[in-house]
């Protein structure tokens, strides 16, 4: 039926239409500056003559949008990673490396030598058992440094684990809506918009792969396949340890009961700040820790003093530990050894002891007395001190630093692992940021909102707006000549 | 042939302008009544039989017609209950005694009792899906109830088909037999594991544990488990008695990477106080990448009220819950008539079946030719201004024509009589 009532009808429409499309645009502007805010598009389709609907569209991306979330992760994890390595570095290390254990070693050596060439001097012996007494404050320091460290990552783990439980029940809200919405074809962008804004927060903590069913129901899960949110979120837990000791092993998060995996490697694998956190609990705090006490083990081999007729065993000499007098077993890790380890009260003028007892040896009983005949320049035994500090020893290979080698290299490897591996994770964390910067801004300029675009869309509407407003005082004018005709 | 003819034949033809000048009237006043169907008038000439040479006039005789069968501009509203037909057909309504008619004013809105009636007071007629779907009686009105919506009513649906579509990595190591899921040992390991909602009779969540545990190459064991018997500590291994719903193995083709034609393509279990569940794996595949879930669905939903009442093109009443489910409350029929334009006019935008319309058709919207149902909208009348202002001049003009003509002859028998003086 077309007549001039069909024509009013339709121009009315097209006054409403166009002032829908007017609000959508308005809201787009208003909207310009939030990054969590994705265009709408008003899309206008004709239904019957005279009737236009129009449903509100939304740009996305999936694909950039998913890829943005994976940069993101990853991105968030690098930069947990490099934060926490420096910070470490310089608690355990110091800067420049000054408090190192293989600075402070290089030092003892320094002493030794100098003691060696004039063993008569008594202050020379002092300042050697000083040197090692900065050496087992090193390695002290390093191990409450290291495990405190450890301690805080634990806690910050449990406070991101609390985080993403509360992201995945706000998520639950806004899926839920969603989910109503789409079925019953209302407008769900917002929803939507605060949908990503949420999944954006749940992917910097944790690497997520999606899906979405029927009616835009989306489920979450970890990278790993373990199911984050299906429904209704699922539980992750995590049990923090309030005091870290080098043996205590940290708890895993448990995600819908699967244990989420830790990083590795200093450009690291792992997506998200959890996953960062738990590699430097781990990984990084863990392997420093074994290297430390693989030193510590090292010292005490090598100051070892022996029996010169050979018949007795080894004993603790200028170094012991809590299970001295023995020597811990050779090439095998003793956990928590760098922090256990003390200089030998013997030794120490401090304590009583006597500082010339490294020259002649016999801390250990008159048996272990290399210098029988107390001569004042004897320096065999300083030399062997030396000897044993440059000659390959036996390491565990848990402390991923080689398993032959001199512990001097492997205090300086020690560093050099560290090191490599931070400066890895500072390369890798530029890389990182720039792609998830990139994958960014290519999905802002996607489906953000372009004032410009918006401006000129205005001018259109406008026009539209005006040329139906005519149309109907054209009808009004025709429909009023027709009544000038009834008399 | 006689002035008194003349005269008659003038005052039918007022009469016959007056008739369709009452329609134009009644066309105007209903202009903006949803669901209104234009009336028009017909003339047909009356001739009285005259001889040669002289000429009798007849009449002209009016039949009333209806443009039932024409379709109105819709006007698009904001309620869901408000329902216009694209097409042929008509809703069937019935008055509060219980008598049917067809219409096409589809303004609904619950009533106290919930059930929908329009404008006009007439209550809106559809098929319950109470005892499954329903299907249509062709050609009566049997089986129509009233469309009742109750929107406090609470319903929950237990979980019976769901669909699980995953990879499973096909380097996975292979778990010894005593450390399987199935075997349920504080040892159990698993190579992949998700989790399902699914609901059982009353409603109540039930989460389902699913593991998938590679047992020899190509052979996988799939364990479903019930979480809520879950063990408290890290791992949920031992779960506590009845906790294991379900087992079974799937064997995949080496080549292909996907289920082996021999392969059970499901697994069946009794969900918890629930329904038997049958989950569909036909889709798993086994390759060369890490666990990844593709699909997961579970039918069912938790016990919820009514959010609000939807009404699709098919005619289907669904009652949408507030956890987003849906369900089926009722279908809406439409009817038809061979003749829809003969149909009986009645107060209230209602029709009736009359003898010469033919019998009434019932049929689903969409299907055999009747038209589909657009809900959010309204029929309006086909009435149009400006045709019926201009049909009213028109018979305006032709009145005083007929008064003209019987006021000629007026005259005329005015001049005859005074012949006689």
Do not use: C
Not at chain 1, 119 to 124: A, E, H, M, Q, W
């Amino acid at each position: 039926m077309s007549s001039l009532t069909t024509a009013l009808a339709i121009a009315q429409s097209a006054l409403r239409t166009t002032g829908k499309q007017t609000s959508i645009v308005s809201r787009n502007i208003s909207e310009a500056q939030n990054p969590d805010y994705t265009r709408r598009i008003a899309a206008v389709s004709s239904t019957a003559p005279g009737a236009r609907s129009i449903s509100v569209q939304r740009a996305v991306d999936a694909l950039l949008f998913k890829n943005n979330l994976n940069a993101q992760s990853a991105f968030q994890a690098q930069q947990t990673l490099y934060d926490g390595m420096e910070r470490l570095g310089l608690a355990v290390n110091g800067v420049e490396n000054v408090s190192s254990a293989a600075t402070m070693l290089g030092k003892l050596q320094e002493a030794l030598q100098t003691y060696s060439s004039a063993p008569s001097n008594r202050n020379l012996g002092q300042n050697a058992v000083e040197a090692a007494r900065d050496l087992v404050r090193s390695l002290n320091d390093g191990t409450n440094a290291i495990q405190s460290f450890r301690g805080d990552m634990d806690s910050q783990i449990g406070i991101a684990v609390n985080q993403l439980n509360d992201l995945l029940g706000q998520f639950k809200d806004a899926n839920t809506e969603i989910v109503k919405g789409t079925h019953s074809g209302s407008d769900v962008s917002d929803a939507l918009d605060r949908r990503d804004a949420l999944l954006k927060q749940i992917s910097s903590l944790v690497s997520v792969s999606t899906f979405t069913r029927t009616d835009n129901d989306m489920v979450i899960m970890t990278a790993d396949g373990a199911t984050l949110f299906e429904t209704v979120p699922r539980s992750v837990t995590f049990n923090p340890n309030a005091i870290y000791s080098a043996t205590t092993s940290g708890n895993a998060v448990y995600v819908d009961g699967v244990p989420l995996a830790a990083g590795a490697g200093g450009n690291t694998n792992a997506g998200g700040k959890i996953a960062g956190l738990l590699q430097l609990r781990d990984e990084v705090g863990g392997t420093m820790q074994s290297q430390l006490d693989e030193i510590a083990r090292g010292l005490i081999t090598a100051f070892a003093e022996t029996d010169p007729s050979g018949t007795l065993a080894p004993q603790a000499g200028l170094f012991t530990w809590s299970g001295g007098p023995a020597i811990p077993a050779s090439g095998t890790l003793v956990s928590g050894l760098a922090g256990t380890i003390s200089l030998n009260a013997a030794f120490d003028s401090a304590a009583g002891g006597d500082p010339s007892l490294l020259r002649d040896g016999g801390a250990n009983g008159v048996a272990y007395k290399h210098n029988t005949t107390g001569a004042a320049s004897y320096s065999d035994l300083l030399f062997s001190y030396s000897k044993n500090l440059d000659a390959p020893m036996a390491f565990d290979p848990a402390a991923s630093n080689g398993t032959t080698l001199s512990l001097s290299s492997f205090s300086t490897n020690a560093i050099s692992w560290f090191e490599g591996m931070r400066s890895n994770a500072s390369t890798a964390a530029d890389a990182k940021a720039a792609l998830a910067t990139q994958t960014a801004e290519s999905l802002s300029n996607l489906t953000g909102v372009n004032v410009d675009t918006e401006m000129s869309m205005l001018l259109d509407l406008e026009n539209a707006y005006e040329a139906s407003a005519r149309i109907i005082q054209t009808i009004n004018d025709m429909l009023r000549a027709l009544l000038d005709a009834v008399r | 042939m006689s002035l008194y003819g003349m005269m008659r034949t003038g005052v039918s033809g007022m009469n016959a302008q007056a008739n369709r000048l009452s329609t134009v009237a009644d066309n105007i006043a209903n202009s903006g009544t949803t669901g209104y169907k234009r009336s028009s008038t017909e003339f047909a000439s009356l001739v009285i039989p005259s001889g040669t040479g002289n000429y009798t006039s007849g009449g002209v005789n009016t039949s009333i017609r209806y443009a039932i069968s024409q379709q109105g501009d819709f006007k698009y509203t904001t309620s869901g209950s408000d329902l216009a037909i694209n097409g042929e057909g008509f809703f069937v309504v019935q008055d509060a005694s219980g008598r049917p008619f067809l219409t096409r004013a589809g303004s609904f809105v619950p009533d106290d009792q919930g059930r929908l009636v329009n404008a006009a007071g007439f209550y809106l007629l559809g098929y319950s899906a109470a005892n499954g779907t329903p299907s249509t009686v062709a050609n009566g009105f049997g089986g129509l109830v009233p469309v009742t919506i109750a929107q406090n009513e609470l319903t929950a649906t237990a979980s019976k088909t769901g669909v699980f579509t995953a990879n499973l990595p096909a380097d996975a190591t292979i778990v010894a037999a005593a450390d399987l899921p199935s075997a349920n040992g504080a040892t159990a390991t698993s190579s992949a594991k998700s989790s399902l909602v699914a609901y059982d009779n009353l409603g109540k969540q039930v989460m389902l544990d699913l593991y998938y545990t590679k047992t020899a190459d190509n052979t996988w064991e799939v364990a479903v488990y019930d979480h809520s018997k879950a063990n408290s500590g890290t791992t949920p291994f031992p779960y506590g008695a009845g906790g294991l719903l379900g087992t079974d193995t799937l064997t995949f083709d080496g080549t292909t990477g996907k289920l082996d034609a021999t392969s059970v393509t499901n697994i069946t279990f009794n969900v918890p106080n629930g329904a038997s569940l049958t989950l569909d794996l036909s889709k798993m595949t086994q390759l060369s990448a890490k666990y990844q879930e593709l699909d997961a669905k579970v039918d069912g939903n938790a016990p919820s009220g009514i959010d609000k009442i939807q009404i699709d093109a098919d005619g289907t009443v669904y009652a949408q819950y507030e956890d987003g489910s849906f369900k089926e409350l009722y279908r809406i029929p439409i009817a038809t008539v061979p003749s829809p334009d003969q149909l009986t006019v009645e107060s209230g935008n209602v029709f009736s079946q009359s003898s010469d319309s033919g019998a009434v058709r019932i049929g689903f919207p969409g299907e055999g030719g009747m038209g589909s149902v657009v809900s959010g909208a309204l029929e309006n009348s086909n009435v149009d201004i400006a045709e019926e202002l201009t049909n009213m001049i028109e018979s305006q003009r032709s009145y005083t024509a007929n008064s003209k003509v019987f006021q000629t002859g007026a005259d005329l028998m005015d001049i005859l009589v005074n012949l006689k003086r």
